[in-house]
């Protein structure tokens, strides 16, 4: 590591610094080849080796690097940071750096910083019952998994809002770099206030490949690549080359230089500085692909190309030349300068290395529910509608949640720990209340035309569905509270996204040392039966269907059918922990059906039976009419309306569904009621009319087990739309409340003969509306001014 011309670090810092990453890239190395023989205490044999080679090299010395120098000036500066490895598959590289710095084995003790952990650190790598082959929930530190790509960045702004003190190093692979949702993730900076929120750094690592194509920015020529990033809003500075004594100084140079600048950008705005928005650094990295590995492989280029991605030497258990390859690779780190004879890592290799928490691998931030409070949810019952008698009264039931949200916003105001993240649609969703409280988040400058914008807003909107969920995530998982409002159709945009994050709850879930993080909560609104304007595009209800899929543990999907009934799934949903909260609320009017009291009960119980409605009073159900959804509510209502004038002497049961998991068995969900419960409710024999608010099979998929399933019979959306009238969209998916009517008399055996006559009246009244809302434009007027106190209009 001999120098001619020293710019930066001292001789002592230059060793440091590189003995902790060589350590780094002999433990990743070891990581993905070996199980036995960790210090090559002897010669290198095929039995020392694993059956499966699965692991990625190519990205794991650029990051082994980065980390070292964040050790260095989290040291030397005191920093409050976390890293985020956005590069997929880095897992043996963050994991080797947690293992040297102690913060692995503090949480996984059962590995300790010595030989034998360092055996059981290699084994578990990508192997059976062991740890993943990317940074994952196992992984200390982390609060980004490593298995999709695209999010580092818009992870690292959520971690970094309202963290003012947190600096979020965040390590941008070129494969990564090449997603649509990274390529947003730039704009972040434009919603980062330097006063209240911390820093973000992004380290843009170009080792020029992919899997087995040259990455795009990599190919880059300088100039352009420059004026990309400076568009961005970043000021660059640039690091490369593929001497280890040159690169370390000068990544040494640039970080100093980074955070000297990120220091003097929030002094200025702290001291009262509002000049505009700044300029953030970051780095841009260049370092060959596979950086230290074997140079050539079969006589095959592999370092610094795309052969080096994954495992550069797939044959070493029955190849002797690989074998021998692997063994020289092992030794070029000269181990025996890194550990001891017991395998704990030398003294000066730790010189660096930060103490307690503020290592990256132990930093609470990255742990968030080690700093997660209670949030301030009013009692709700403050804000109730009033509802004299069911369904004579109609609200917007998110307008009224806007006031709920608004009065959190206010209670947390000086904790900074809620916010409301959306794509331009916070005023459409009907929750411009919250504007009360807290104005929009805009750094740039502003026109005298513009509304509710404001410099430290926590009301954060893009138009990227990414970014939104991204920055939740970002903000939940450093500790804190949010909620993300979307129209539902939309909200599919982020499907993987949500995927991720199921599977990261489930997985923290099983880790004692991580500390439950507040529920990601999502208010789908704008929904599949109110895009009658928008049209056919903006119909769809099946996030339900893929949210469903995750974890029981882990989801829950809420369907209110009123005003009241959404504020007692607010105070429900909002303070939870570890879960994933989807609830699906018009922001139309809405008919009022149950008071508040009634409401939070129904809640609590996820299904009622709905006396009142219904005329089974002391008498076995001949029909159950049910209903999940507001639409799917008032369609029911109205067909319940319709059976009491026509059939007056049919035993109707109503039944309401807000709590949808609890229609599936309690052995398959731990909020499923059992079999007796569900019988009582549904009985086992009569025929079961339900209306759903999205796609019919998913209640027979939810209820498959149950034993009246034979007699179940769903409407719902069945991807029949148009711009049309609201009724007209419930007619062409056949959930009207005269369809309902005729499934009722088509189903129920002892009506078959003599309500022929009321089944035609419905399919006549059908008839009548295609007619009527093609003549006039405008739903017929017994359904438009229909209401439950007055059905007949």
């Known amino acids: 590591m001999a120098r001619t011309a020293p710019r930066h670090l001292t001789d002592d810092e230059l060793a440091t610094v590189d003995r902790y990453w060589r350590a780094a890239n002999y433990l990743a190395v070891g990581q993905i080849y070996l199980t036995g023989n960790p210090l090559l205490t002897e010669p290198l044999r095929p039995e020392h080796v694993k059956p499966r080679l699965l692991g990625h090299w190519g990205t794991s010395p650029g990051l082994n690097l980065v980390y070292a120098h964040l050790n260095r000036v989290i040291r030397a500066r005191d920093l409050d940071a976390i890293h985020i490895t956005g590069p997929g598959h880095g897992g043996p590289a963050t994991l080797a750096c947690c293992w040297l710095d102690g913060s692995y084995s503090d949480v996984h003790p059962d590995i300790p910083r010595d030989g034998e952990g360092m055996r059981r650190l290699f084994r578990q790598f990508s192997f059976p019952g062991g740890v993943p082959s990317h940074v994952a929930p196992q992984t200390p530190g982390s609060i980004h998994e490593g298995g999709e790509l695209g999010y580092s960045l818009s992870h690292a702004y959520g971690a970094a809002f309202d963290n003012p003190g947190l600096l979020v190093a965040a390590i941008v692979g070129d494969g990564e770099a090449e997603t649509g949702p990274l390529a947003t993730g730039w704009h972040g900076n434009k919603f980062l206030d330097p006063v209240h929120d911390g820093a973000v750094l992004p380290v843009l690592h170009l080792n020029g490949y992919k899997i087995a194509n040259p990455a795009v920015l ?140 503020r290592r990256l691998g132990s930093n609470p931030h990255a742990n968030g529910g080690r700093l997660l409070r209670a949030l301030p949810v009013p009692d709700v019952r403050r804000y109730a509608v009033e509802v004299p008698e069911p369904g004579g009264t109609l609200h917007e039931p998110t307008k009224i949640l806007g006031e709920v949200l608004r009065d959190v916003m206010d209670a947390t105001a000086d904790r900074r720990d809620f916010r409301l993240f959306g794509p331009d649609e916070t005023a459409s969703n009907r929750l411009s209340a919250v504007f009360r409280a807290s104005g929009k988040n805009w750094q740039e400058h502003r026109l005298a035309t513009d509304e509710d914008l404001s410099r430290d807003g926590r009301v954060v909107e893009m138009l990227s569905e990414h970014n939104c969920q991204g920055w939740l995530e970002g903000y939940l998982l450093t500790g804190r509270h949010g909620l993300f409002a979307s129209y539902e159709a939309f909200i599919h945009i982020v499907t993987s996204m949500a995927n991720q994050h199921a599977k990261w709850l489930q997985v923290s879930r099983e880790l004692p040392w991580r500390m439950p993080v507040s529920s990601l909560n999502y208010l789908l609104t704008s929904h599949v039966w109110r895009q009658d304007h928008n049209g056919f595009s903006h119909q769809d209800p099946g996030f339900i269907d893929h949210i469903v899929n995750k974890d029981p543990a882990t989801i829950r999907v809420y369907l209110p059918p009123d005003t009241n009934c959404l504020l007692a799934v607010a105070a429900e949903t909002l303070d939870t922990r570890d879960l994933i909260n989807v609830v699906a609320a018009g922001k139309q009017p809405t008919f009022d059906w149950l008071g508040i009291e009634d409401a939070v009960n129904h809640v609590e119980r996820g299904v009622s039976v709905w006396d009142w409605a219904g005329t089974d009073t002391g008498r076995e159900p001949q029909v159950v009419l049910a209903a999940a959804g507001d639409v799917p509510t008032m369609e029911i209502m109205a067909a319940a309306s319709l059976l009491r004038a026509h059939l007056p002497d049919l035993a109707v049961r109503v039944v309401n569904v807000v709590d949808l998991m609890r229609l599936m068995p309690r052995e398959s969900h731990p909020r499923g009621l059992s079999d007796p419960s569900f019988d009582a409710l549904f009985t086992t024999s009569a025929p079961v009319i339900f209306a759903y608010h999205g796609y019919p099979w998913l209640i027979h998929r939810l209820t498959y087990s149950r034993h009246n399933h034979g007699n179940l019979h769903v409407r719902g959306y069945k991807e029949r739309g148009t711009t049309t009238t609201p009724f007209d969209m419930v007619v062409l998916n056949d959930m009207d409340r005269y369809r309902l009517v005729m499934d009722v008399i088509d189903r129920t055996p002892s009506l078959a003969s003599r309500a022929i006559a009321v089944r035609q009246a419905m399919e006549e009244k059908r008839n009548k509306h295609r007619a009527y809302v093609r003549e006039h434009g405008e739903d017929m007027p017994e359904v438009r001014d229909w209401s439950w106190a007055n059905p007949l209009g």
């Not at 928005?277 to 596979?290: A, C, D, F, N």
């Not at 590995?293 to 797939?314: C, F, I, M, Y």
């Open 218 to 357: 990599a190919r880059l020529d300088d100039g352009e690549l420059d004026h990309l990033l400076r568009g961005y809003g970043h000021e660059p500075r640039y690091v490369g080359g593929d001497d280890p004594a040159a690169v370390h100084d000068a990544l040494a140079a640039a970080l100093d230089d980074c955070l000297d600048r990120i220091a003097q950008i929030q002094r200025a705005a702290r001291g009262g500085d509002s000049s505009g928005r700044p300029r953030w650094p970051m780095i841009v990295l260049r370092t060959p692909k596979g950086w230290t590995g074997p140079a050539e492989v079969d006589g095959k280029p592999v370092e610094n190309t795309w052969r080096a991605h994954q495992v550069p030497l797939s044959r070493v258990r029955d190849n002797p030349e690989h074998l021998a390859q692997l063994e020289a690779w092992l030794r070029s780190y000269r181990p025996e300068e890194l550990f001891d004879e017991r395998g704990r890592p030398v003294a000066g290799l730790l010189g660096q290395v930060p103490h307690g928490d």
